[in-house]
């Protein structure tokens, strides 16, 4: 099968679920992302590159915004979702900048794991597949990059129940773990706003001697 993700082929998940998995997703006649998008957060951050993880929930639902990337959306989209017009309104609170679009590939690129937990959708119908089986593929990730310090962004319970098998004192003391409300409208007055996470990531790299992330990127 030649559309896995180098560094990530030999999970037990492709060969075990995803045969039956695709056959499900491809006996529709639309889903989102396109296929060759599908696994784009994995592809663009092995886990060797891996050094924070942030979760978002299902790929945007609406035709021509999901890019297989969690939050991310294509450069030229003029309107942001609103989480992610949030998580943009937070940054220049805290680090004083922020992307000049929407486009968080360059996040991928620094080692920003940006999975989804569901990593298909039907156009409209959001967490449509959030019972399909991808949570086998969530949790076989987040055990292998758990195996090494990771700064775990947690936005909302959704993404706090999930990663929590993997973030606990088992794993021992050297993962940073941010845990809040979601960006969200409805929450993120509820804590998100205010929790100054991207500097404290960029502090917690620091004390580690590990470069920072570039989170704002290049200003054109």
Excluded at 25 to 33: E, H, R, Y
Excluded at 117 to 137: C, I, K, N, Q, Y
Excluded at 183 to 212: M, Q, T
Aim: glycine residues 8%; hydrophobic residues 40%; charged residues 20%.
């Amino acid at each position: 099968m030649n559309d896995l993700p180098n560094g990530w082929a030999d999970l037990p998940f492709f060969s075990a679920d995803w045969p039956t998995l695709r056959d499900r997703i491809d006996a529709l006649p639309t889903t989102l992302p396109a296929p060759e998008k599908r696994f784009r957060a994995l592809e663009l951050t092995p886990p060797e590159a891996v050094r924070v993880v942030i979760l978002g929930q299902d790929p945007y639902p609406t035709p021509g915004h999901a890019t297989g990337l969690a939050f991310s959306v294509p450069p030229e989209l003029t309107k942001l979702p609103p989480s992610l017009r949030n998580i943009f309104k937070e940054m220049r609170e805290d680090i004083g900048c922020a992307p000049n679009n929407g486009d968080l590939t360059h996040w991928a690129q620094q080692g920003v794991l940006l999975l989804n937990t569901a990593l298909s959708v039907e156009p409209g119908a959001a967490g449509g597949h959030a019972r399909w089986g991808w949570d086998a593929l969530v949790a076989q990730v987040l055990a292998r990059v758990a195996q090494q310090p990771c700064a775990f962004l947690l936005w909302g319970n959704h993404a706090q129940k999930v990663a929590a098998p993997y973030t606990g004192n088992s794993h021992g003391p050297d993962h940073l773990v941010i845990e809040t409300a979601h960006p969200s409208p409805l929450s993120a007055r509820r804590g998100f706003f205010g929790s100054r996470p991207f500097g404290r990531i960029n502090e917690w790299l620091d004390a580690r001697s590990a470069p920072r992330v570039d989170w704002c990127g290049p200003v054109s």
